[in-house]
């Protein structure tokens, strides 16, 4: 099995910063790309961002220039840095990825247990 397990989150102040980080571990052969998602309350979940191995990354519009993924492919980790929060950025935040795994050789989606981040004064 594959588990992804999120830190990071918490209370922040309008125009504060975060940085959510999510670990990969377990029967892990390789990872094809990781990610940040996020759903509110009412809300469908939706992509913040995503990152391949190779390091080609992708941004929802509504935190280009504010948020920043990255991620170590050697610690199986990702993370997420975000700056310029807003109120509507409060949300519970998922990670993400696409996984080899070793006892199969085939592909699957794994997804985190969510790290809430509140952005209120």
């Known amino acids: 099995q594959v588990q992804l397990v999120e830190s990071g989150g918490g209370l922040v102040q309008p125009g504060g910063s975060l940085r959510l980080s999510c670990a990969a571990s377990g029967s892990i052969l390789r990872i094809a790309d990781m990610g940040w998602y996020r759903q509110a309350p009412g809300k469908q979940r939706e992509l913040v961002a995503t990152?391949?191995?190779?390091?080609?990354?992708n941004y929802a519009d509504s935190v280009k220039g504010r948020f920043t993924i990255s991620g170590d492919n050697a610690k199986n980790m990702v993370y997420l840095q975000m700056n310029s929060l807003k109120p509507e950025d409060t949300a519970s935040y998922y990670c993400n990825a696409y996984v080899k795994v070793r006892y199969s050789g085939s592909w699957y989606t794994y997804w985190g247990q969510g790290t809430q981040v509140t952005v209120s004064s």
């Open positions: 990152i391949t191995n190779g390091g080609s990354t």
